[in-house]
């Protein structure tokens, strides 16, 4: 059903739409979130989207971002749009960037992670590197700015498998910060002594999520056939996680 919850709107044509979505926000109703997802503030705002009679109905839903993950998401008006830009997602060709702070300090500035990511056979919703089981996943990180006991850092997708960034940084002992999932609200690097541990404890209560945001997103266009870029701005949780870290307090 519509409803009437406010959406950060960066681009908007006859075909699609780009949104920045808040953290906290679920792309689309499913089991246990049936309102105040992304897909109830797109009805609201336009009668056009793809695949709006469909079940499940996912209208417009081009693909997705975690709940607790910020950033920007590509919206189709119409079948044919959903399916030009399906296929860009499918053959890799989109540009995406995301954003993350990680723990510790990364001895290579530049590289890829490359491993399968399966469920876990003690909890389907969380997932983990395997060598044995579940699909090819690969990962391209580098160093943006380093702080005393964590690093800026911004991330490419080659695939796009659930929950893969925050997988494959909790696989090479870097978790995202504040990440309650994957290992990201424990102290991982740093002193254990008290004082510091009031500090750290005070910045995973000003980041209350895993500090990952889809930052740009680029495609081509399915009517002009030019290419988009489309870039947007941090949230302000993470831009006051990172003014703490980089004033050191």
Not at 198 to 219: P, V, Y
Request: proline share 4%.
């Amino acid at each position: 059903e519509a409803e009437d919850i406010p959406l950060n709107i960066i681009y908007e044509d006859d075909y699609l739409l780009v949104v920045n979505k808040p953290a906290g926000m679920v792309a689309h109703p499913s089991l246990g979130n049936y309102s105040g997802t992304l897909v109830n503030a797109l009805l609201h705002h336009t009668k056009k989207l793809s695949g709006l009679n469909e079940e499940p109905a996912r209208p417009g839903i081009v693909h997705r971002i975690d709940k607790e993950t910020s950033g920007l998401l590509l919206i189709a008006k119409d079948v044919w749009t959903h399916a030009y830009l399906a296929k860009q997602f499918a053959n890799h060709t989109i540009d995406r960037e995301y954003w993350a702070v990680c723990w510790g300090l990364f001895k290579q500035k530049k590289g890829e992670i490359i491993g399968n990511i399966s469920r876990s056979p003690k909890d389907r919703k969380i997932f983990s590197v395997s060598t044995s089981e579940g699909k090819y996943a690969h990962t391209f990180y580098e160093v943006v700015e380093e702080f005393e006991f964590t690093s800026l850092i911004k991330l490419k997708l080659k695939t796009g498998r659930t929950h893969q960034i925050r997988v494959h940084m909790s696989h090479i002992k870097h978790p995202i910060f504040g990440d309650p999932t994957y290992g990201g609200r424990v102290i991982v690097y740093g002193s254990a002594l008290p004082k510091m541990k009031s500090r750290i404890d005070n910045l995973l209560e000003l980041m209350k999520r895993q500090a990952l945001h889809a930052k740009t997103l680029g495609f081509i266009h399915p009517n002009t056939k030019e290419k988009v870029f489309i870039e947007s701005e941090l949230p302000e949780d993470f831009e006051a996680l990172l003014k703490k870290l980089r004033a050191g307090n």
